[in-house]
């Protein structure tokens, strides 16, 4: 089942101390940014729309009762770490195999007080050694297929697990292929920082046998 939501996402608003908290993080993302490649260096002039307003819209999706969220490939910090300093209840780990860029999101965490957990190991270390949680979020990572067998080990230790992940403009081409070997239920929002983008949620998934 697919259902298309009728309006684009929106920017939810957070508190002064959650928007200094970001303010810091562009910060040392611009400093990092000279000596590692975290980000494509032509979206650094707009990272507060392509990177930090885009994670932020992800926040209204993370479902409220959900405790545990795993953010793959995190390289510097998209959407994952924004959602730890947004909503600090929330554990999250960040997964990452490039020990600069987890060098990165520690300081991150670390200076504004997100509580983040950093993994500096692969994706398929993480799904053996690590229990499944409750949320996964992914962005520029791999196609949707390729996406849902890295976390299928999660998949099937957690039917209630819910997968979010943003997309570019071959979202429908990426989805009819994950179709051909996985069912799932799929909400799918417009972004509303890239009116050619969509943003997938993922529910009751299964390998179709």
């Keep these: 089942m697919t259902v298309m939501s009728p309006?684009?996402?929106?920017?939810?608003?957070?508190?002064?101390e959650t928007e200094e908290k970001l303010s810091h993080y562009r910060a040392l993302l611009e400093k990092?940014?000279?000596?590692?490649?975290?980000?494509s260096p032509a979206t650094l002039p707009?990272?507060?729309?392509?990177?930090?307003?885009?994670?932020?819209?992800?926040?209204?999706?993370?479902p409220v009762a959900a405790q545990t969220l795993y953010d793959l490939g995190s390289g510097a910090g998209f959407p994952g770490l924004v959602l730890a300093i947004a909503r600090p209840d929330l554990a999250v780990t960040l997964v990452e195999s490039d020990q600069k860029k987890c060098s990165f999101l520690s300081t991150v965490s670390r200076e504004t007080k997100a509580g983040a957990t950093i993994a500096n190991e692969r994706i398929e270390m993480a799904t053996a050694n690590r229990p499944a949680p409750d949320v996964i979020t992914a962005r520029a990572l791999a196609a949707l297929p390729a996406l849902l067998d890295l976390v299928a080990p999660w998949v099937a230790a957690n039917p209630a697990i819910t997968l979010i992940?943003?997309?570019?403009?071959?979202a429908e081409e990426e989805v009819a292929e994950a179709r051909k070997t996985w069912a799932f239920d799929l909400a799918e929002h417009q972004s509303a920082t890239d009116p050619a983008a969509r943003i997938l949620v993922l529910a009751a998934i299964c390998a179709k046998s």
Excluded: C, M, Y
């Design 7 to 16: 309006n684009p996402l929106t920017i939810p608003a957070v508190s002064r």
């Design 46 to 62: 707009e990272a507060d729309t392509r990177h930090f307003k885009d994670s932020l819209q992800v926040l209204p999706l993370v």
């Design 165 to 170: 992940f943003p997309k570019g403009a071959r």
């Design 32 to 39: 990092w940014q000279a000596a590692i490649n975290l980000v």
